[in-house]
C-alpha cells in the first residue's frame, strides 16, 4: 500500500521561509509527476507547482519567483521551498504523485498546515 506523507508546515511571519517535504513509501515502480496543490478555507483547492521526473516544472503564477519546487527520484520525494510568504499564501498543502504502482494512478498526502500571519 503507498503513502504520502508531508512534513515542514507550521506557522510564520510574514515574510518568511517554510520548506515541506513529502515522502513516499510502499511499493513504487516509477513516480512521474509530483506536485504540491493547497487548499485555503472556503476555496477549491489549486495547482501550486509540479516537477517531471526530468525537472521540468510548473508554478501558478502567484508562487513564481518565491516557491520552488525539487525532487529527489532516488528517496520518492518531492520539495517546496517557499520564501517571502504572504497571509494570501495560508492553506492546507497536499503533495500528490502521480506513480505507477499495481496500475498508474495519483495518490495524495494528508496535507499540512501552513499559516503567515504576524
Known amino acids: 500500500q503507498v503513502q504520502l506523507v508531508e512534513s515542514g508546515g507550521g506557522l510564520v511571519q510574514p515574510g518568511g521561509s517554510l520548506r515541506l517535504s513529502c515522502i513516499a513509501s510502499?511499493?513504487?515502480?516509477?513516480?512521474?509527476?509530483m506536485g504540491w496543490y493547497r487548499q485555503a478555507p472556503g476555496k477549491q483547492r489549486d495547482l501550486v507547482a509540479l516537477v517531471n521526473r526530468d525537472g521540468t516544472t510548473t508554478y501558478a503564477d502567484s508562487v513564481k519567483g518565491r516557491f520552488t519546487i525539487s525532487r529527489d527520484n532516488a528517496k520518492n520525494t518531492v520539495y517546496l521551498q517557499m520564501n517571502s510568504l504572504k497571509p494570501e499564501d495560508t492553506a492546507v498543502y497536499y503533495c500528490?504523485?502521480?506513480?505507477?504502482?499495481?496500475?498508474?494512478?495519483?495518490?495524495w498526502g494528508q496535507g499540512t498546515q501552513v499559516t503567515v500571519s504576524s
Open positions: 510502499g511499493t513504487i515502480f516509477r513516480i512521474f509527476v
Open positions: 500528490n504523485m502521480k506513480m505507477l504502482t499495481d496500475t498508474i494512478r495519483d495518490y
